[in-house]
């Protein structure tokens, strides 16, 4: 947690740690202009401080010191205009090795923001690649290991991706000659940032006459006419759909290879609406895929 008193020696501490010489000068000009504080010699063993962290400690720094406002409040203002416009991952790894020590740091904490959609483009460049931009992708990866775990951890199936509309699980960045590192992201894609927070389940509507994805106090509510593909689902809610129709979402269903997904299918509960004339036929086939199957009475 960062307040208004140990911002100091976050910033002390990522001067002492960062192996990049430009940054740690404009850190420490701007540290000791004002006279904020002075290393700790516990810094060795502290460690760095997170991205995160660094980022916040700024923040707080700002508010609190003209020197720091001098170096900082610009170039701070450019890091949200770049996280506002389009994230690449491509541009930000080519910063890390940039000439500039600003676009260097620029590189680090966007490719922390982009979080999991950026671990495959970093693991190339901490492992496989040349020596440029190496350390910082490598302190990227950790700070994304760390963040994701600290959020999604607790309850990985409760983050859906937005993309996807598919839960998180965990997921490992390799490092070739050491242990893995978990990280959490969405089981197609890996995203890790502005994920859907379920707090009640998760029901996928069959209705031809709409599409699209609805999302109210916890509760997701995705058409499946929107994509005619599966994803995560705890409930079915049958409103408005043919026999042929409804035929092919189970055939999907019986088809489905998501582990995650087809140890609930024999668990789920599949509501018919009243105004919905299914086949006696459709309904059995209903039966052998779901738990419950039930039609509602006006
Ligand atoms: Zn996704």
């Not at 911002?7 to 000791?32: N, V």
Request: overall charge negative; proline content about 3%.
């Amino acid at each position: 947690m960062i307040d208004s008193r140990n911002w100091p020696d976050i910033l002390w501490r990522e001067w002492h740690h960062t192996q990049d010489e430009a940054y740690a000068k404009q850190l420490h000009f701007a540290l000791s202009k004002d006279n904020i504080g002075q290393p700790d010699p516990a810094d060795t063993i502290q460690g760095r401080p997170l991205l995160s962290e660094v980022e916040a400690a700024l923040r707080q720094g700002l508010r609190q010191s003209a020197s720091l406002r001098k170096v900082w409040s610009g170039r701070l203002e450019r890091l949200d205009r770049a996280k506002d416009e389009y994230l690449s991952v491509g541009q930000a790894v080519r910063d890390l090795s940039h000439v500039h020590w600003f676009r260097r740091f620029l590189g680090r904490h966007l490719l922390f923001e982009i979080g999991g959609h950026a671990v495959e483009v970093l693991e190339d460049v901490a492992y496989n690649g040349s020596s440029y931009g190496q350390e910082d992708a490598r302190w990227v990866l950790y700070c994304i290991s760390i963040d994701t775990t600290a959020r999604l951890a607790a309850e990985p199936d409760r983050w859906v991706c937005p993309d996807c509309w598919v839960g998180c699980e965990q997921l490992w960045i390799d490092r070739p000659w050491r242990s893995d590192w978990q990280f959490y992201g969405c089981r197609n894609c890996r995203r890790s940032r502005e994920l859907l927070h379920r707090s009640q389940e998760m029901v996928v509507l069959l209705d031809n006459r709409s599409s699209g994805l609805s999302y109210n106090d916890g509760l997701i509510r995705a058409n499946w006419f929107t994509r005619r593909a599966l994803f995560d689902f705890d409930h079915i809610e049958i409103t408005q759909a043919t026999d042929e129709e409804v035929e092919r979402f189970v055939v999907q269903v019986g088809n489905d290879t998501d582990p995650w997904r087809r140890s609930r299918y024999p668990q789920m509960r599949c509501t018919i609406g009243a105004d919905c004339q299914l086949s006696t036929n459709t309904i059995r086939i209903l039966h052998s895929r779901f738990g419950w199957v039930e039609q509602t009475t006006l």
